[in-house]
């Protein structure tokens, strides 16, 4: 199968070079200096379609492929010049003409052939023309993307252009779910797309654009058709399906609405196929668009979420899930100073997990082998209200506040086997973990621009958590010997009741000074304060239902943490030649305070950080780039608490009120070079860290339970990661691409008294090839490997994987994946092989209304995958039950 696969994608190559004439030449000026980022297209004069088109490279060279024994124009446009047209005749050999373009002109006119270019660059920004990339199977704007030279859309609906994930995605220039690039990746509807654009060194605030390095910023706006402004549009779906057991639905209306004024999105989905418009991991990470103002101040104060540990989906697969979504994003001008935005998202799902995993420690070989059955229910809620006012060019005042609301119940029973000293014993478990968070993040934003050379801005944010996690255990054995735990019931029944407030309040006043119009002096006041709360408490559920309250102090924590820092820091941009170098210093002043068990331990001192931005422009579109940071890593209250906090029935821990701040010292090295003429595409990048005084994990074992203090290590961690990508497209219907990510960590911590060093290195290497013709079936083909090594035991994961995809008789689409897993370890003690198979077939006549869909999911009706972990003191090896397949018959009407 896989040999007649490579053998169809090199007989459609060679058709292809057997039919074409290849045209090349440079564009020049009057002055005959070459012209970079020309661009240039050919049109058929039979059919009036583009059969080729190019962006001329820093030599001003162009290639295009052309059919031969036919009549062409060829268009030729650049920025600032008349836009030029010359008529050609192919025969059956190559050939080689330059253009000479004639003289200044109107920059508009050269704007319809732009128009026209399937990609253009103008400035920092990148056009992608979408219908020169569609092949009439696309439904969403991911499928969309994926055929964009350059651009990704990962498994998690996150959108990465150059390597660098994308921060914002717009329409018609307003947010689209602001925070989360998942929610348009997945809904926006391809037909209504006209262009793409990819916004490079983005700053929302215009003022401070070009002042601060924003080489790692990247922005997406999408541009809609005529036909869907100021009109409804969208489509709702309905569909019912079987399973082997039972019956399947989905429900999915969208409704889109753009004019000038305002703009309305409304997204439902209710099903129960798998598909998770929101999972818990997005809402965690769901930032609302909030920016880290303080990342440029060399102090990492993080507050942490005391999550209890609700299980995660794999691959975002479980045994079952049932969804009911609904989310409504707006934006509205006001006036044309002021404008408001904002989204409201709910989401409830329920999800059934089954899981088989085995737990090695590492120092001992002692194991613990679990078959788990999780029940969960997430309810969870998103709402975020922004508004801008910008009265004039110099002057802009932003407000936003994000609110997160979440209540999430987890039930588990499990079967665990604990093999110590060869010794194995049987018991069954009962878990349960309740928690619902609340958190409100706010940010007030000022800049005033007083002169062309004096520039300010004043950024605050403050935000406010509350949580309250409850876990219980119940388990034949007594894991841990509390004070005061009565021993000697039939089941030893734990239960921990924790509640932590936080308020974080982070200000600073940038001054901004241009020295001359290529360099700036940067001033920036700033302080973060905050107020933490830290309440626990372990009690006991006897046989005959009395509550044992473990009232010692061991067991129990009542404590407040206060952390201020105050800072100064000076930046000096500079632009030189080819090079814009950034050098800046911070001075801080720290204090913390932590008060439990009745006293008050204090720490404070001043600390000098040096930071440094370098990057050189090689070319217009090839660039290095270096970072050097200097940084204190501060902990939050969760590792200062001295009481006993349970983190699940094998594993204990408490804090250490005494910690110090860690340092850290990072350097990378990122290459950049993008080349419009092949439309090569190669990024990598290098990131080296080194930690001192990391606070870092005692941990003792008893078998296979797990009591845990931190402290301090004078032994330093280190990581270094890499990522490297080649990706080109060639003869206007191929692209193909290798990546390679490298990840190297040193950790040190302390097992059973003894000293222990771990090392993990994971590596993954893919490289795939695809397909993008008009008429005729479109596949892709790639391979992955990855291979994680954590101290002495080594997993691979080789992937293949495959995507076929045809719109045929001007009505049908026919879509179909596949992917095949072989999972093993170093001496194939685990050896697994498993693999995945959907397809779909899309009826719909063209400019009908009406479209027929009938898709089919896990049709070899896969039962689980694999995944592996690693820990600092264990690895882990799972298995995940999948849902099963199903066939699903569904409608859908476009408005």
Known sequence: MKNLLFYVIFLMTSISFAQSVRFDGVIQDEQKNPLEMANIMAVNNGTKAMDSYGITNDKGKFQLTLKPNTSYTIKVSYLGMKSKEIAISTNTENFVQNIVMDGAGIELEGVEIVREMPVSIKGDTIVYNADSFKSGTEKKLEDVLKKLPGVEVNADGEIEVEGKKVSKLMVEGKDFFDGDTKLGVKNIPADAIDKIQVLRNYNEVSQLKGLENDQDNVAMNIKLKSGKKNFWFGDVTAGVGVAELDSRYVINPKLFYYSPKYSINLITNFNNIGELPLTAQDYFKFTGGFKNMMKKGGSNFNVSSNDIGISILRNNRAKEIETKFGATNFAYSVTKTWNISGFGILSTSKTDLETKSQTTILDSGDQQKRDENTHQKNNLGLFKLSSTYKPNDKFQFDYDILTKLSKQDEDTDLLRESVVNNVSSLETILTQKKQDPTSVNQNLSLYYTQSEKNIFAFEMQHLYQDENPFYNANLRS???????????????????????????????????????????????????????????????????????????????????????????????????????????????????????????????????????????????????????????????????????????????????????????????????????????????????????????????????????????????????????????????????????????????????????????????????????????PNLEL?????????????????????????????????VSEYEFYHYYNGDKTVDNEYDFLSASLVYQKKDSKWEYKVSATNLLNTTYLNDDSFSQFSTRVSQYTVQPRYIIFSMKYNL
Do not use: C
């Open 478 to 776: 007594q894991p841990f010997d509390l004070a005061g735990y009565i021993s000697g019931q039939n089941r030893n029944d734990l239960n921990q009741d924790r509640f932590v407030k936080t308020n974080k309040v982070d200000a600073k006043l940038d001054y901004y000074y241009m020295v001359t119009p290529k360099s700036n002096f940067n001033v920036t006041l700033g302080n973060t304060y905050s107020y933490q709360n830290f309440n626990s408490h372990i009690f006991q559920m006897l046989d005959n239902g009395d509550k044992n309250d473990l009232n010692a102090a061991e067991n129990n924590n009542d404590v407040d943490y206060r952390f201020n820092d105050a800072f100064l820091g000076f930046h000096y941009k500079i632009l030189t030649g080819k090079f814009t170098l950034t050098p800046g210093v911070s001075l801080h002043s720290y204090q913390m305070t932590n008060g439990q068990l009745g006293t008050d331990y204090s720490q404070s001192f001043t600390k000098v950080l040096p930071d440094f931005f370098a990057l050189y422009q090689i070319k217009k579109s090839e660039t290095l780039t270096y970072n050097f940071s200097l940084s204190n890593d501060f902990t939050d209250i969760n590792q200062l608490a001295a009481g006993y906090v349970l983190s699940d029935y094998s594993s204990l821990f408490r804090g250490n009120r005494f910690l110090e701040n860690a340092t850290s010292q990072v350097h990378s090295l990122r290459y950049f070079k993008y080349n419009m003429f092949n439309f090569e595409n190669i990024f990598a990048n290098a990131t080296y860290t080194k930690k001192v005084d990391a606070i870092k994990t005692k941990a003792n074992f008893d078998g296979i339970n797990q009591s845990s203090v931190p402290y301090n290590s004078n032994l330093a961690d280190e990581t270094l990661s890499g990522m490297g990508s080649y990706g080109r497209s060639f003869l206007k219907n191929y692209k193909a691409s290798a990546t390679a990510s490298l990840n190297w960590s040193k950790f040190n911590n302390i097992q059973n008294n003894v000293l222990s060093t771990t090392e993990s290195f994971t590596q993954s290497y893919t490289v795939k090839a695809a397909t993008n013709y008009k008429n005729l």
């Open 782 to 814: 790639g391979y992955n490997a990855l291979i994680n090594q954590y101290s002495g035991s080594t997993y691979y994961t080789d992937k293949p994987f495959a995507r076929l995809d045809y719109y045929f008789w001007n009505s049908f689409s026919f």
